[in-house]
């Protein structure tokens, strides 16, 4: 069942989605060469702990993990794009850095993701951090009363698609509301014209996420968790909590 939400429900998304938006702000702000990838973490825990926000990542353990999760961002530097666990790694000049955050406030749900050079950057990681931020502004644009589910996950694999960069289905986006992933899988691809009738309250997390290479073949690396390319292309991810209104979508995620 996918659930609508009220104006005031939606609001209150908003109040979570701004505290996601400035946890991530605020680690893209600190992110430097010799900071360590569980330091940043600690900068992210700050901002929610200020806002009295409860992360949705810290303790989480879906089907395919090994263990909970250990921090309350997602860390995934160069070739890794989803999921990567805050460790004592030392970010290096060159790097691509992924960030995911959700956090909840009065039991409300906020969840988005940005990519972004680490000192001195590499031409193709900008390029794939545009592409894939192209393609989430082309999924939020399709969200619209009327439209259909299928229509998100076409825009989303159109720029993918016509860019060459590698794509995989097996993860991307989600309803969210009271949980972080609630009904529908909103996948990162398909046919326009499929699935249910979007409608004024539908609330989805859209994430598209892409490697540089053609390849759409991942690893899960022995921590049960970080997901990186099988070819060792890098990649990037981005992602935003939108809500469905009359007058179209409007992202809940900006600081």
Request: hydrophobic residues 40%; glycine residues 14%; contains cysteine.
């Amino acid at each position: 069942m996918v659930e609508l939400k009220t104006p005031a429900e939606i609001e209150a998304m908003r109040a979570a989605g701004r505290v996601v938006g400035s946890a991530l702000a605020a680690v893209k702000k600190e992110a430097a060469v010799g900071v360590s990838l569980r330091e940043l973490d600690e900068v992210a825990r700050e901002v929610l702990r200020a806002a009295g926000a409860v992360s949705l990542f810290e303790g989480y353990q879906p089907g395919f993990a090994t263990s909970p999760f250990s921090g309350v961002i997602c860390t995934s530097v160069n070739d890794a794009v989803l999921h990567g666990l805050p460790s004592d790694l030392k970010l290096a000049d060159g790097d691509l850095l992924n960030v995911d955050c959700g956090a909840s406030v009065d039991g409300w749900c906020g969840d988005a993701a940005t990519s972004f050079c680490v000192g001195t950057p590499r031409p193709q990681d900008l390029r794939i951090i545009e592409i894939t931020e192209r393609a989430l502004a082309a999924g939020i644009a399709a969200a619209v009363p009327g439209s259909r589910l299928g229509d998100i996950g076409a825009a989303i694999g159109r720029i993918g698609k016509e860019a060459g960069v590698g794509t995989n289905l097996d993860f991307g986006g989600h309803g969210i509301g009271r949980c972080m992933h609630e009904e529908p899988h909103v996948p990162n691809g398909g046919r326009p014209g499929r699935g249910f009738k979007l409608q004024v309250g539908h609330t989805f997390a859209i994430e598209p996420w892409f490697w540089s290479g053609p390849g759409s073949t991942y690893l899960i690396d022995p921590d049960g968790w970080t997901l990186r390319s099988a070819d060792g292309t890098r990649g990037a991810h981005a992602e935003h909590t939108i809500a469905i209104t009359p007058t179209g979508p409007e992202i809940l995620t900006h600081p």
